[in-house]
């Protein structure tokens, strides 16, 4: 038989010291939820969030100086646009100081950071190559970085042809488009051929509709008819191409025939 | 032995010991509901910096400024959004000047806590301009 006394006086107590573990643990399950929701991953604030941003924007300001200078602009848009970019910083950046260097690289083929190649082998290159150096210190963070930014569209040519009748020529062109060496969409291409197939005497003659198909990969497919002189002649082709940047990409190429 | 026997004060101990660490725990939890109030504005800058961010990624914001297309860059910043906080977005030029000629916004402020991010913003067309765009957030509590 167990004593009557002890019984009775611990199982209220039991109780009370059940439901205060029980508080405990919501209460430690409350904490835990409010502390995780403090620490949600939110992308800092301050210093790196401006920093991503400025990086962005300089980027933009190169892409955007070659697709000025690839339509016809003088070379000095890049360090125009640049120093623009740069005093809009320097006097809007409130949440942190923000230091913006730059230097267009000048080596081979790049020349004021510039690199215009519209050459007669099939490929053709515009591109700007820009060494950045960013420092931006906030409140809570300092963030320092040198990086180069890259811009390049290329665009590659092959082209053969086929003798119709008299000096009616079937041409078909494989075009590729890429931006910094990936394969990349183009806005439009405009396709001419030489008449005499001489450089001596420049007659381009636009192509009016080529058919062309678009594979999706950067990969273009056209096909026309050109009339030369005579049979002979050999078939010079020039393709110009917008990328989807806006920038501008000449080449040419000469025709093999098959 | 006797000791062993007489579980009561014991017990009460233990129980006072709980009621200590519950209260105690209590308290730690007052400062962390405080500051959870306070970060609020700077997740909603936070927020509005990220959303001007991932929109100028491919030079897509700069567009729809430069072709004045206020209405498509309402419900770009509307999709981004949850329903439940206001927001207005006001285009300036390098000086500064408002160059947004109809409001885009979702209203009226829900609340007088309103966060605001300042983003610089450039273009990538061959016409270079450099844009500030303040994007000012107000979320329900």
């Known amino acids: 038989m167990r004593p009557r006394g002890s019984n009775r006086g611990n199982s209220g107590q039991v109780l009370i010291i059940a439901s205060l573990i029980l508080a405990l643990l919501l209460l430690s399950t409350a904490v835990y939820v409010a502390d995780t929701q403090k620490n949600v991953p939110v992308y800092n604030s301050g210093a790196e969030q401006s920093f991503s941003a400025y990086k962005l924007g300089a980027t933009n300001t190169v892409l955007s100086a070659v697709a000025n200078i690839s339509n016809g602009g003088s070379v000095n848009v890049l360090v125009a646009d640049l120093n623009q970019f740069k005093s809009v910083v320097n006097s809007h950046s409130f949440s942190a100081m923000v230091k913006i260097d730059f230097l267009p690289l000048n080596m081979t083929p790049y020349n004021d950071g510039v690199w215009i190649s519209w050459g007669s082998n099939g490929h053709g290159v515009s591109g700007a190559y820009v060494n950045m150096v960013l420092n931006s210190s906030g409140t809570s963070a300092t963030c320092y970085s040198e990086y180069a930014i890259n811009v390049t569209s290329e665009l590659n040519v092959n082209g053969q042809y086929t003798l119709l009748n008299g000096s009616l020529k079937q041409v078909n062109l494989t075009c590729n488009i890429l931006n910094e060496g990936k394969p990349a969409l183009a806005q439009n291409f405009t396709v001419y051929y030489e008449q005499d197939g001489s450089l001596s005497t420049e007659e381009w003659i636009q192509v009016a509709s080529p058919s062309i198909t678009d594979y999706g990969n950067g990969t273009y497919r056209m096909s026309f008819t050109a009339n030369t002189t005579s049979p002979a002649d050999p078939m010079l082709i020039s393709v110009y191409s917008q990328d989807l940047r806006h920038v501008f990409v000449k080449a040419n190429v000469t025709c093999t025939m098959v | ?141």
């Open chain 2, 1 to 141: 032995m006797r000791l062993l026997k007489d579980n009561k004060g014991q017990i009460r101990t233990i129980e006072a010991f709980f009621a200590s660490i519950l209260l105690l725990s209590a308290l730690t939890l007052i400062p962390a509901v405080q500051e959870h109030s306070s970060d609020s504005s700077e997740t909603l800058s936070s927020t509005a910096h990220n959303i001007l961010l991932s929109l100028d990624s491919n030079g897509h914001l700069a567009d729809l400024i430069s072709n004045k297309s206020w209405v498509n860059l309402k419900s770009c910043i509307q999709s981004s959004l949850s329903p439940m906080v206001w927001f207005n977005l006001t285009v300036f030029n390098e000086n500064m000047t408002p160059i947004n000629d109809m409001p885009i916004t979702s209203g009226s402020p829900v609340n007088d806590r309103i966060a605001a991010a300042d983003y610089v913003c450039a273009s990538t067309s061959s016409n270079y301009a450099v844009y500030i765009v303040r994007l000012q957030l107000a979320g329900v509590d």
